[in-house]
C-alpha cells in the first residue's frame, strides 16, 4: 500500500470539505462576505492564514535548497523576512483594519487607497486592480507548476495530470467558500507546515549523530563550486543588505494586507500578531536548520544530483514512516495552495469591485457582484492553467518573472500603503506618483541594473517610491478636511 498516497488523498479530501461547508454554511450573499469573511475571522485564523498565504512551496523547497547549496548566506532572506513580518503586523495591521473601514468599508487595497483621497477618479484603483489581476494571475500559474512538480517527484504520475488534480481542487473550495474557506484551509495549511518544518529538525536531533566536519567539504558540479558557508556572518554586505530588503515587499503585498482588513475587530490584532510572529520565526529558523543538517546527511548527493531542493522530501522520508512521511509532504503541496488559494481571490476581488461594479455594471446587485466574482476567480484559475502547461521558453520566462513580482509589489505598493496609514499631508497625486514610480523603477532596475550591480531591485525601487510620494504630496495643495476626517476617525482612540 503507497501509505503517501494515502495520506495525501486524506489531505485533499479535508480541504475540499472545508470549502463545501463554507459553500452550505454562509448565510451571507454579499461580495464583502464572499470577499472578506464579512469582516469576522478571529486572531488565530486572521494570523495563520496571512503567514500560510504569505510562504509558498518556496519555504520548503526553494529557500532549504539555496541554503543547502550556497550557504548560510541565503539565511538572510529568510531573517529580512521574519523582520518584515513583525513590522508588518506591528505598523500596518492594526491601522489598516481601522484605515479601510473609515474610508468607506473598503474591501481591497486598490478601493482603499481610491476611497482614502475621496477621489471620483478611478485612475488608480484600476492601475491597481489591473496590475493585480495580472500579477496574480501569473502567480497562481506558478503555484500550480509547484504543486504539479511536487506531486511528480512523490508519485508516479504524469505532470498534466498532477497539475489538472491540483488546480481542481483549489479551484472547488475558492469558488464554493470564498475567504472563509480560503482562511480555514489556509489556517490548517499553515499548522500542518509548521509541524512538518518543527517535526525533521527535531528527530534529526535526536536520532542521528552530526558530523559538522562534513560542512567545509566543496561539492562541483558541472564547473560550480558549492562550498556551504557554516558562518551565518560570512556572508558579503550585499547579500545581508539584498535578504534584509525582502522585508520591505511585505507593505505592499495585497493577499497578506487583505487578511488586516478582515480581522472582526482592531483590538484582535495583538493576539495575531504574536501567532504570526511566533509562526514566522519557528517556521524560518526551522528551515535554515534543516538545510544546515540536510548539508551534512544528504547534502553531497543532492548537489551531484542538481536536486538540492528535494532535501526536505528526502529528509522526510528516511526519518519517517511512510504514512507520516506522506502527511510531512502534504506541506509542500500545502504551501503552494495557500498561497495560489489567496491570490486568486485578491485577483478576482480587484477585478470585480475596482473595475467590474465601478466602470462596467453601477448598479450591480451584491448577488450579481458575488458570482461574478466566482466566474473570475474560474476564469483566472484556468488562464493559470494554461500558462502553467505550456512548455519552452515562454513559459519559463513567465516562471522567471514570478520570482520579481515580490519586487514589484514591494516597490508599488509598499511605501504608499505605509505613508497613507502615517501622514495626514499625504494626497492622491503622491500615492498615484508613488504606485507608478515605484513600479517603473522596479522593471527599469531588474531589466538594466540587476545583474550589473548585484542589488535587488525591491531598493531602489521602494525608495523612489517612498521619496516621490513625499515629493508630490509636497507640491500638491494640502488635502481638504473630509479627507482629513477619514485619517482622523481612523486614528483616534476609541473602543473596538
Given at each position: 500500500?503507497?501509505?503517501?498516497?494515502?495520506?495525501?488523498?486524506?489531505?485533499?479530501?479535508?480541504?475540499?470539505?472545508?470549502?463545501?461547508?463554507?459553500?452550505?454554511?454562509?448565510?451571507?450573499?454579499?461580495d464583502?462576505?464572499?470577499?472578506?469573511?464579512g469582516?469576522?475571522?478571529?486572531?488565530?485564523?486572521?494570523?495563520?492564514?496571512?503567514?500560510?498565504?504569505?510562504?509558498?512551496?518556496?519555504?520548503?523547497?526553494?529557500?532549504?535548497?539555496?541554503?543547502?547549496?550556497?550557504?548560510?548566506?541565503?539565511?538572510?532572506?529568510?531573517?529580512?523576512?521574519?523582520?518584515?513580518?513583525?513590522?508588518?503586523?506591528?505598523?500596518?495591521?492594526?491601522?489598516?483594519r481601522?484605515?479601510?473601514?473609515?474610508?468607506?468599508?473598503?474591501?481591497?487595497?486598490?478601493?482603499?487607497?481610491?476611497n482614502?483621497?475621496?477621489?471620483?477618479?478611478?485612475?488608480?484603483?484600476?492601475?491597481?486592480?489591473?496590475?493585480?489581476?495580472?500579477?496574480?494571475?501569473?502567480?497562481?500559474?506558478?503555484?500550480?507548476?509547484?504543486?504539479?512538480?511536487?506531486?511528480?517527484?512523490?508519485?508516479?504520475?504524469?505532470?498534466?495530470?498532477?497539475?489538472?488534480?491540483?488546480?481542481?481542487?483549489?479551484?472547488?473550495?475558492?469558488?464554493?467558500?470564498?475567504?472563509?474557506?480560503?482562511?480555514?484551509?489556509?489556517?490548517?495549511?499553515?499548522?500542518?507546515?509548521?509541524?512538518?518544518?518543527?517535526?525533521?529538525?527535531?528527530?534529526?536531533?535526536?536520532?542521528?549523530?552530526?558530523d559538522?566536519?562534513i560542512?567545509?567539504?566543496?561539492?562541483?558540479?558541472d564547473?560550480?563550486?558549492y562550498k556551504?558557508v557554516?558562518?551565518?556572518?560570512a556572508?558579503?554586505?550585499?547579500?545581508?543588505?539584498?535578504?534584509?530588503?525582502?522585508?520591505?515587499?511585505?507593505?505592499?503585498?495585497?493577499?497578506?494586507?487583505?487578511?488586516?482588513?478582515?480581522?472582526?475587530k482592531?483590538?484582535?490584532?495583538?493576539?495575531?500578531?504574536?501567532?504570526?510572529?511566533?509562526?514566522?520565526?519557528?517556521?524560518?529558523?526551522?528551515?535554515?536548520?534543516?538545510?544546515?543538517?540536510?548539508?551534512?546527511?544528504?547534502?553531497?548527493e543532492?548537489?551531484?544530483?542538481?536536486?538540492?531542493s528535494?532535501?526536505?522530501?528526502?529528509?522526510?522520508?528516511?526519518?519517517?514512516?511512510?504514512?507520516?512521511?506522506?502527511?510531512?509532504?502534504?506541506?509542500?503541496?500545502a504551501?503552494?495552495?495557500s498561497?495560489?488559494?489567496?491570490?486568486?481571490?485578491?485577483?478576482?476581488s480587484?477585478?470585480?469591485?475596482?473595475?467590474?461594479?465601478?466602470?462596467?455594471?453601477?448598479?450591480?446587485?451584491?448577488?450579481?457582484?458575488?458570482?461574478?466574482?466566482?466566474?473570475?476567480?474560474?476564469?483566472v484559475?484556468?488562464?493559470?492553467?494554461?500558462?502553467?502547461?505550456?512548455e519552452?521558453?515562454?513559459?519559463?520566462?513567465?516562471?522567471n518573472?514570478?520570482?520579481?513580482?515580490?519586487?514589484?509589489?514591494?516597490?508599488?505598493f509598499?511605501?504608499?500603503?505605509?505613508?497613507s496609514?502615517?501622514?495626514?499631508?499625504?494626497?492622491?497625486?503622491?500615492?498615484?506618483?508613488?504606485?507608478?514610480s515605484?513600479?517603473?523603477?522596479?522593471?527599469?532596475?531588474?531589466?538594466?541594473?540587476?545583474?550589473?550591480?548585484?542589488?535587488?531591485?525591491?531598493?531602489?525601487?521602494?525608495?523612489?517610491?517612498?521619496?516621490?510620494?513625499?515629493?508630490?504630496?509636497?507640491?500638491?495643495?494640502?488635502?481638504?478636511?473630509?479627507?482629513?476626517?477619514?485619517?482622523?476617525?481612523?486614528?483616534?482612540?476609541?473602543?473596538?
Open positions: 500500500m503507497n501509505f503517501e498516497l494515502l495520506a495525501l488523498i486524506i489531505y485533499f479530501i479535508a480541504m475540499l470539505t472545508i470549502g463545501v461547508f463554507f459553500f452550505l454554511k454562509s448565510k451571507s450573499k454579499s464583502k462576505d464572499y470577499f472578506l469573511g469582516r469576522s475571522m478571529g486572531p488565530w485564523v486572521t494570523a495563520m492564514s496571512a503567514q500560510a498565504s504569505d510562504m509558498s512551496a518556496w519555504l520548503l523547497m526553494g529557500l532549504p535548497g539555496s541554503i543547502l547549496a550556497f550557504g548560510l548566506g541565503q539565511a538572510w532572506i529568510g531573517i529580512g523576512l521574519a523582520i518584515g513580518t513583525a513590522l508588518n503586523w506591528i505598523l500596518v495591521a492594526r491601522r489598516l481601522r484605515f479601510s473601514q473609515a474610508a468607506g468599508d473598503s474591501i481591497t487595497l486598490p478601493q482603499y487607497l481610491s482614502r483621497f475621496v477621489t471620483k477618479s478611478k485612475t488608480l484603483q484600476i492601475v491597481c486592480a489591473t496590475v493585480f489581476l495580472v500579477c496574480f494571475t501569473v502567480y497562481v500559474a506558478s503555484a500550480f507548476v509547484a504543486g504539479a512538480n511536487v506531486f511528480t517527484s512523490i508519485f508516479n504520475v504524469e505532470k498534466s495530470t498532477a497539475m489538472l488534480i491540483f488546480a481542481v481542487i483549489l479551484i472547488i473550495y475558492t469558488f464554493l467558500g470564498g475567504y472563509k474557506a480560503v482562511c480555514w484551509t489556509d489556517f490548517f495549511q499553515g499548522i500542518l507546515m509548521l509541524v512538518a518544518v518543527l517535526a525533521v529538525p527535531i528527530i534529526i536531533v535526536i536520532t542521528k549523530d552530526l559538522t566536519a560542512l567545509a567539504n566543496a561539492v562541483e558540479v564547473g560550480t563550486t556551504f557554516s558562518n551565518i556572518f556572508a558579503s554586505p550585499k547579500e545581508i543588505a539584498n535578504g534584509l530588503a525582502w522585508g520591505l515587499g511585505y507593505f505592499g503585498m495585497p493577499h497578506i494586507l487583505v487578511r488586516f482588513m478582515a480581522i472582526k482592531p483590538s484582535m490584532v495583538k493576539k495575531s500578531a504574536i501567532v504570526a510572529i511566533a509562526w514566522v520565526v519557528l517556521s524560518l529558523g526551522a528551515v535554515i536548520v534543516i538545510a544546515y543538517f540536510g548539508r551534512i546527511l544528504v547534502g553531497n543532492l548537489l551531484l544530483e542538481g536536486k538540492q528535494m532535501v526536505f522530501i528526502n529528509l522526510a522520508r528516511m526519518l519517517f514512516h511512510p504514512f507520516i512521511a506522506g502527511l510531512l509532504l502534504s506541506a509542500i503541496i504551501a503552494s495552495m498561497t495560489a488559494d489567496s491570490q486568486l481571490l485578491v485577483a478576482s480587484s477585478f470585480t469591485s475596482d473595475i467590474y461594479k465601478p466602470l462596467i455594471r453601477k448598479k450591480a446587485s451584491d448577488k450579481e457582484t458575488l458570482w461574478v466574482g466566482r466566474a473570475v476567480v474560474l476564469v484559475a484556468v488562464i493559470a492553467y494554461f500558462i502553467a502547461s505550456s519552452g521558453d515562454g513559459a519559463q520566462a513567465i516562471m518573472l514570478v520570482e520579481n513580482a515580490w519586487a514589484g509589489f514591494g516597490s508599488a509598499g511605501s504608499v500603503v505605509i505613508l496609514l502615517f501622514w495626514r499631508r499625504f494626497t492622491y497625486k503622491g500615492a498615484l506618483a508613488g504606485v507608478i515605484g513600479a517603473v523603477v522596479d522593471v527599469l532596475w531588474l531589466a538594466f541594473l540587476s545583474n550589473v550591480t548585484g542589488i535587488y531591485e525591491l531598493i531602489p525601487g521602494f525608495a523612489v517610491s517612498m521619496v516621490v510620494a513625499v515629493v508630490v504630496t509636497l507640491l500638491d495643495k494640502k488635502p481638504s478636511d473630509e479627507i482629513t476626517a477619514i485619517f482622523d476617525e481612523a486614528t483616534k482612540k476609541i473602543e473596538d
